[in-house]
Structures are given as structure tokens and as C-alpha cells.
């Protein structure tokens, strides 16, 4: 009886010391975001993510496919360890990923930063948007469904617009973006 | 990143284990050591681990929901651009250089030198009367035999054991004269307790983890609490051979008054400093393992199983969330 008592009165203590340390991490986490907006966080508008980012040429789409929603329902940007701005917009039906953006200055944000990716690549091809050279990738993502991918470089920037649709969809997204 | 996350894991695994040993009230030296034993061990595969359930708990999502993000602070700039992970190298370089010349050398010299029957200590092969009978009234209630123990010349109060197929006891020429019969019985008790608990090679095993976490300064700091308390884990062991503990407790205590002022007239200037703070250290140990011998009776080494299997629990769960 003794033995259960103790294990019980400690479990008490610890589930307290336990609070505790968790408030301490979190408090520990949230602290450097008051210093600094360098590293990666989650910001409630573009204007916001500007602001933090201090990059003013941002590439926001003028078009953006029907059954998509606006806003973005995600908005992350970093300026250490290099500049990205990634934009997640989901599909007003279904919840799911639909579009996503990421632009920054160094080409490893599109990995890093990537969150949905072709199951199966049908073709790959150049394309030239707006005078730039691009890249077009048309396959298939989860579920089987048709999906497209631009990627192209705008003077030190680095974009990537995924959808969740044919090629016409992503290009007429991608040259809405370039003004 | 797993050396940053192994750093991390560790500081976190430290707090917790800290807060079970205060919550539980746990005194007995063994259990402590099974408790420490998690800051070393979990930190070392709880990252292989994490990644291979989850392969994206690196990328950015995942840090963003997490409880920490290390990111965070190691790009966090202070004093003048001086980055927090700038810091943390320093600490790890210098962690890893204390490892090298406190610990690795050492060993290696060791292993050199062929054991403790090297030059500067000379083994007696011959002892008179007096020396045979003091040692035949230590050895009353021993599981030892004679020939395991050699007697070294040295005036100091020195006592070791070496471990392995044929284990044995050097005791000095010094703590012989200085101590009486019963003080030699429970000092060697004590040895015993050693040799015997080198067959369990909890230590050891700790030890090749620590290695693994060479850099790692909490692992050095855990590890060596850890070796101090296989100190009072003995001096249980040999109450328990022997049973007098004031016995022990006036062997540590004069042990304690050899060491005060040693070496200090010897040595001077930042010699003196650091051999004062080495005695205050040596000091401060002999100080609690008395602390500890007093306390015995109070010490409760059932029931701690489930406060083990919930801390390692808890360790891991909240490191999962810590990137």
C-alpha cells in the first residue's frame, strides 16, 4: 500500500516538474522570435511576411483557379540561413493542398520547403515565361491526380509554383506572378 | 543536427531525470545511477529514432509544431553578430578537448604503462609481523583472499583496485600505518565492492556512450555524477559486508584530513590555485559520501521500476517534439 502511495504522491510531483518544463521549452521557443524574425515562422498576411522579411518585390498571383481559396491558408518566410517565402493555398472543397509557392534566393528552398510532390513525372520540359527560362514538369500526384509544376528564376530569386492541375493552370498562375 | 539535438535531448533528459529523482524522493545510489544512466544513453539513439518513424520531422512544418526549434536560437545573433551556434561549437570543441586530455590520454598512457605496477608504484614483496597481523584482522568477514592484496610504498593514503580475471587491491604503506584494523576492514570492504560490481559493468556500458557523446558537455557532466556515485554505491556495499557504518564514516573522515594542505607548500603560484581547488573538490565529494553513509537507513530501493519506465517514457516523448 506504502509503495503505491509512493509511486502516486511522485506521480503528482512529476506530472507538476513535467508542466513545468514543458512551459520552460515553450517559453524557450517563443523567446528568440522577440529578438529576431530571421529564421522560419508563420506569418497572418504577405503585408506581415514583407514587413518581417524586409524583401520588398515579392510575387504574389493575380490568378489564382477557381476552387482555390484567398488567402493563403499558410504563410512561412525566413531570412536566415537565406531568404524564402513559401505560400500554401488549399483547395475550398477538400481542405487539401491545391497551389503552393515558394520563392527565395537560394535554389535548396525547394526542397526544403517542398510539401507535395509527384508520384509519377509524365514530361519534363523548357518553357520560357515572360522571357525567362523555365522548367515544366507535368505528372501525377497523390490520389492519381493531374498535377503541374514551374520553376524559374527571376533575377536572384528562385520560384516554384506547384498545382494541382493540368500545365495551362500553372502557367497562367506563374505569368500572373511577373508584373 | 544530431550533435545539436544530441546536446539538447541531453540538457532535457538532465531536467527530467532531476525533477523523478526529487519527486520520488529516490536516495539509494544504484537506482540514482539508473536514472542518470537515461541522460546518456536515450540522447544517443533518440534521433536515429525520431527520424525513422518520422523521416519529415526535420523539415520546416514540423519545427513550426514543434515544442522547440533549435533553429531558433542557433541563428539568433548576439554581441555583435556572434551567433548562438557559434557558441555552442565553442562549447563543443572545448568539450571534446577536455574529453581528449582528461579522459582518452589518460587511458591510453594507462594502457601504456601496463596497470598500476609501474614506477611510481613499487610493490612490498616482503612485510613484517605487525603489517600481517593488522591486514589478517581486516580481512575478518571478507570474501578475500591475502594474495589479492598488495602493499605499495607510498607514505600517502592510497587505496585502488584493479578490475578484470585476477582483481586486486593495492593498499599504501601510508593507509596501513595510519589506519587500524576495523578502519582497513571496511576500507577494503569497500574495494571488494568494486571488484564485485565490475562484473555488472553498468559504468562501463555508461562509459562507451559517453564516448559516442565525446562532445557533448552534459554527457561529461552526467557521466562523471555518475562515476562519483559508484562511490556511495560501494560504500553501501561494504556497510552492508561489514556493518559499521561510523567505521566507514571515520575512514572517509580521515582520508578527508590527509588530503587538507597536501600539497600546498609544495606548490606555488597557479599550481597552489589549482591544487586548491582539486583538495576543496576531493574535499566536498569525501563530505557528501559521509552525508550519504549517515543517511543509509532512509534509503528505499523498491518500487522504482515504474518511476524508471515513466521518466525514459517521458524523455522520450518530449524529445520527440524538440528539433
Known amino acids: 500500500m506504502s509503495k503505491i502511495i509512493k509511486i502516486s504522491s511522485g506521480l503528482i510531483w512529476m506530472l507538476i516538474f513535467g508542466g513545468l518544463i514543458v512551459a520552460f521549452i515553450v517559453f524557450m521557443n517563443w523567446l528568440p522570435l522577440q529578438f529576431q524574425t530571421n529564421t522560419a515562422r508563420q506569418y497572418s498576411s504577405i503585408e506581415s511576411a514583407k514587413l518581417a522579411t524586409g524583401v520588398e518585390n515579392i510575387m504574389v498571383p493575380v490568378y489564382i483557379p477557381e476552387g482555390i481559396s484567398w488567402p493563403p491558408s499558410l504563410i512561412i518566410a525566413q531570412k536566415k540561413p537565406y531568404y524564402a517565402l513559401v505560400m500554401e493555398f488549399i483547395n475550398i472543397k477538400t481542405k487539401e493542398t491545391d497551389l503552393f509557392i515558394i520563392q527565395s534566393s537560394s535554389g535548396e528552398a525547394e526542397k526544403r520547403f517542398q510539401k507535395i510532390d509527384f508520384i509519377e513525372i509524365k514530361e519534363e520540359t523548357g518553357y520560357i515565361l515572360k522571357g525567362r527560362h523555365a522548367n515544366l514538369t507535368v505528372g501525377n500526384c497523390k490520389g492519381g491526380i493531374e498535377c503541374s509544376k514551374l520553376d524559374w528564376q527571376d533575377g536572384d530569386t528562385y520560384c516554384s509554383v506547384f498545382l494541382m492541375s493540368p500545365a495551362f493552370k500553372v502557367i497562367k498562375v506563374a505569368e500572373s506572378m511577373i508584373r | ?323
Open chain 2, 1 to 323: 543536427m544530431y550533435i545539436a539535438q544530441n546536446v539538447i535531448h541531453s540538457i532535457i533528459a538532465s531536467l527530467i531525470v532531476e525533477c523523478a529523482i526529487i519527486s520520488w524522493k529516490i536516495k539509494a545510489p544504484p537506482i540514482k545511477q539508473w536514472f542518470r544512466i537515461l541522460v546518456i544513453f536515450l540522447p544517443v539513439i533518440s534521433f536515429p529514432l525520431y527520424q525513422l518513424i518520422s523521416p519529415h520531422r526535420g523539415d520546416p512544418y514540423f519545427r513550426l509544431n514543434s515544442l522547440l526549434d533549435s533553429n531558433r536560437w542557433f541563428f539568433l545573433e548576439i554581441w555583435g553578430g556572434i551567433s548562438v551556434l557559434f557558441i555552442l561549437i565553442v562549447i563543443i570543441l572545448l568539450t571534446s578537448l577536455i574529453f581528449l586530455l582528461q579522459e582518452l590520454i589518460p587511458i591510453i598512457a594507462d594502457v601504456i604503462r601496463k596497470g598500476p605496477e609501474s614506477d611510481e608504484n613499487i610493490v612490498i614483496q616482503e612485510t613484517d609481523e605487525l603489517t600481517e597481523l593488522k591486514l589478517s584482522k581486516a580481512f575478518e568477514g571478507l570474501p578475500l583472499e591475502r594474495n589479492a592484496v598488495e602493499i605499495i610504498e607510498d607514505n600517502d593514503l592510497t587505496l585502488f583496485s584493479t578490475t578484470g580475471l585476477s582483481p586486486k587491491i593495492y593498499v599504501s604503506t601510508g593507509l596501513i600505518n595510519t589506519f587500524n584494523a576495523e578502519h582497513l576492514n571496511v576500507a577494503l570492504a569497500h574495494e571488494i565492492a568494486h571488484i564485485k560490481r565490475s562484473r555488472r559493468p553498468i559504468l562501463i556500458i555508461a562509459y562507451l556512450f559517453r564516448i559516442i557523446m565525446f562532445f557533448n558537455p552534459v554527457a561529461m557532466f552526467e557521466f562523471r555524477r555518475l562515476a562519483q556515485e559508484e562511490e556511495n554505491v560501494c560504500d553501501r556495499m561494504a556497510v552492508m559486508m561489514t556493518g559499521k557504518p561510523n567505521i566507514l564514516i571515520e575512514a572517509v573522515d580521515m582520508l578527508r584530513s590527509s588530503s587538507e594542505g597536501g600539497d600546498s607548500e609544495k606548490s606555488k603560484g597557479l599550481d597552489s590555485i589549482i591544487s586548491a581547488v582539486e583538495n576543496y573538490s576531493h574535499d566536498i565529494q569525501l563530505i557528501n559520501r559521509i552525508e550519504k553513509i549517515k543517511n543509509y537507513n532512509q534509503e528505499d530501493t523498491n518500487g522504482w521500476v515504474i518511476p524508471f519506465c515513466l521518466t525514459a517514457t517521458f524523455i522520450v516523448l518530449l524529445n520527440y517534439y524538440i528539433v
